[in-house]
């Protein structure tokens, strides 16, 4: 009896050993809860022309993804309305109801599950969707409204000096329904870094290096002005790619020191394409690259097996 106890006692599985009480439902709830602040501020700008392209997205991308997987009820675990929202917040307002079916519908099924579902994708599915869309419809996806008095006018990007700091930082101003308000961007991360689903690396890297490079370099050329690299920071998508979606458990590195490259990569890249490229806006496609190239980061940056030596 005292064997057969001690064998019951005796648990042979597989790895992983160490569990955690955290789930795929209960992670992606909390990043719809930190990401309420922006959609919030998005409604208030801009009013139904923000509210019903985000719920177009929300419901588009949970239908498509449970038409692909038919099991665990319409949320599911989160995941596809996770990237609903995001793809919505990176949309100008007022944008036409087939734009969001179709850029919902290639985040889940081009982003998502051609690569076999959550897990195994390589690219940030939302900016999968978003970079589709910016390729087909690139006249629609670039149409801003003032949140003033909603009519149509240029984002900061385009113009720059045209808005102020404080505009920029508290949504007064042109853009996505997701970038015009850091302060709600901060405040939702800040939740998300209190839940430990972040850390400071991606989106500390990806900032601090936005802005050193941002103050460093212009069209005009080299020099050093710290308004140009904080409005590098405030202005665009950056704060939001920076928060929700650089940091996308799936798509980013899992080492701590690849996790800073891939921030710090992402803010160069970012700023990059902003001066010297075609596109005003970086961010999309800055994330998208970072990603094609996180197993060579995680492979580089693997630590050391412990009383291994190096080769």
């Known amino acids: 009896m005292e064997n057969l106890a001690v064998e019951k006692k005796f648990v042979v599985s597989s790895s992983p050993h160490v569990k955690s009480p955290e789930t795929v439902q209960k992670i992606m709830t909390d990043v719809l809860i930190a990401l309420v602040p922006a959609v919030v501020a998005a409604a208030v700008f801009f009013r139904e022309q923000a509210i019903i392209p985000i719920v177009i997205c929300l419901i588009a991308a949970m239908a498509t993804e449970f038409v692909l997987v038919r099991k665990g009820g319409f949320f599911s675990d989160g995941s596809a309305a996770v990237t609903g929202v995001l793809l919505a917040l990176t949309l100008p307002p007022g944008v036409s109801w087939w734009i969001c079916v179709i850029g919902s519908v290639t985040a889940i099924f081009l982003g998502k599950y051609v690569f076999g579902g959550l897990g195994n994708n390589i690219f940030n599915p939302a900016l999968v969707g978003r ?17 003033i008095d909603l009519q149509s006018t240029a984002t900061p990007l385009a ?5 102020s700091m404080l505009d920029l930082f508290t949504g007064s101003v042109a853009g996505s329904l997701g970038e015009t308000s850091a302060i709600a961007l901060l405040i939702g991360a800040a939740y998300l ?37 904080l409005f590098h920071v405030l202005a665009g998508g950056l704060l939001l790619g920076a ?52 197993p060579l980061i995680d492979d580089a940056t693997k630590p050391r097996i412990y009383g291994g030596v190096k080769s």
């Open 131 to 147: 970079a589709v869309l910016l390729a087909s419809w690139g006249t629609r996806m670039t149409e801003w409204y003032s949140p």
């Open 159 to 163: 113009e720059p000096g045209a808005a």
């Open 193 to 229: 870094l209190y839940k430990k689903h972040i850390n400071w690396r991606i989106p500390g890297g990806y900032i601090i290096s936005a802005f050193i490079l941002g103050a460093l370099i212009s069209p005009a050329g080299f020099q050093f002005e710290l308004a140009d690299g």
């Open 243 to 294: 928060l929700f979606m650089a940091t996308d458990m799936v798509t980013s590195p899992v080492t701590p020191k690849g996790q800073l490259i891939f921030g710090v990569g992402c803010g160069i890249l970012t700023v990059l394409i902003r001066v010297y490229g075609n596109f005003p806006e970086g961010v999309t496609f800055a994330i998208l690259i970072m990603n094609a190239v996180t």
